[in-house]
């Protein structure tokens, strides 16, 4: 099995990461997300409030992962203020042709072990409900429902994995 390595998201490597995310997320509006939340790690303001979520958030690393220098996934961590010891996990994605390689558990593997390193108790995701792939891939290394949600109206999930 081919590893990934992590890179973290510098300007040097950005435009790789953003090719990663144009193929692995369909909306604009996601895409643009993503764009701004590279933008804000790039100018070093990686606290605000986040509108959508209705919360103040802090950036932590997000990653560019490679595969034989290739660019195949991306990712990153970000904690709401208030509970500071839960971990989010931030524009996770895979690229479509290197799906089913075992990159994507690596990389939720990478990210687990940096929630630790950040004596975080859980890793949490925001999942839109429409998408059966990704349920299916989350549940199958190890994140569980937590609860329903609606984010900017759309029927929504929260996945958790305890990690102490």
């Known amino acids: 099995m081919n590893l990934v390595t992590p890179e973290i998201i510098t300007k040097l490597n950005v435009k790789d990461a953003l090719v990663v995310a144009d193929s692995t997320f369909d909306s604009e509006y996601d895409r ?66 290197f799906h089913r390689k075992g990159f994507g558990k690596q990389i939720i593997e990478h990210t687990k072990d940096l929630v630790t390193v950040f004596c975080g108790k859980e890793l949490l995701v925001y999942l839109d409900n429409s998408n059966n792939l990704a349920k299916k891939f989350y549940e199958k290394v190890g994140f569980s429902l937590k609860q329903e949600i609606q984010v900017d109206e759309t029927p929504s999930s929260i996945y958790n994995m305890e990690l102490c």
């Open 32 to 97: 643009e997300y993503i764009r701004q939340t590279y933008d804000r790690l790039l100018d070093g303001s990686n606290c605000y409030f986040d509108e959508r979520l209705k919360s103040n958030l802090v950036l932590l690393p997000y990653f560019l992962y490679r595969s034989d220098e290739k660019p195949c996934g991306i990712g990153g961590l970000y904690f709401h203020q208030d509970t500071p010891s839960s971990f989010w996990l931030g524009w996770f994605g895979v690229s479509p042709q």
